[in-house]
């Protein structure tokens, strides 16, 4: 069964940081990409970061570039967010989703329950 | 950026009922559109990819349509357990945008 599981979030103060972590089971994690979405309360979804197989190309959306870092290892199935210079805004509930090969095509297709980050004074 | 427009953003329907949500790229996209379905308060959960193909395990009354920048997720038959938002998402590059969502109610 395939299983995506997100640690980190909590209640952090603006200018804080967090890493936020998501473990990978159940498939063959070295050959999938992976990205995090966010969710704020009662929003839609945001991508916010995705990074390929090998961790050589990683891409952030505008609204974290800068201040976030993805990367993954593959030797302990995981990838990471490191999150510095958090803003109110980042406040959301953060997916890590894998993103396998459909043809060319990226769909996100399995996702973790996601952590809660809030970010307030 | 894409922008990914979908529409309605909310939508009333009954149990039997033939659904189609639209979604409209900024620009053209081939069909590097998929389609999510999100339950209250769960992760998004995945349907539909490069437009038109269901993702296995995806029962057959939810089908998908469209190239270049026009898209539809049809619901051919609503069931109870389809009241969700639904959402598509471009992948045909970075930033993989999402349209705000369409809100299914019965």
């Known amino acids: 069964e395939v299983q995506l599981v997100e640690s980190g979030g909590g209640l952090v103060k603006p200018g804080g940081s967090l890493r936020l972590s998501c473990a990978a089971s159940?498939?063959?994690?070295?050959?999938?990409?992976m990205t995090w979405v966010r969710q704020a309360p009662g929003k839609g979804l945001e991508w916010v970061s995705f990074i390929s197989i090998s961790g050589s190309d990683i891409y952030y959306a505008d609204s974290v570039k800068g201040r976030f870092t993805m990367s993954r290892d593959n030797a302990k199935n995981s990838v990471y967010l490191q999150m510095n210079s958090l803003r109110a805004e980042d406040t959301a509930v953060y997916y890590c989703a894998s993103s396998g090969n459909y043809g060319g095509n990226n769909p996100f297709d399995n996702w973790g329950q996601g952590t809660l980050v809030t970010v307030s004074s | 950026d894409i922008q990914m427009t979908q529409s309605p953003s909310s939508l009333s329907a009954s149990v039997g009922d033939r659904v189609t949500i639209t979604c409209r790229a900024s620009?053209?996209?081939?069909?590097?559109v998929n389609w999510y379905q999100q339950k209250p308060g769960k992760a998004p959960n995945f349907l539909i990819f490069a437009a038109s193909s269901l993702q296995s395990g995806v029962p057959s009354r939810f089908s998908g349509s469209g190239s270049g920048a026009d898209f539809t997720l049809t619901i051919s038959s609503l069931q109870p357990e389809d009241i969700a938002t639904y959402y598509c998402q471009q992948s045909y590059t970075t930033p993989y945008t999402f349209g705000q969502g369409t809100k299914l109610e019965i």
């Open positions: 159940g498939f063959t994690f070295s050959i999938y990409s």
């Open positions: 620009q053209g996209i081939s069909t590097y």
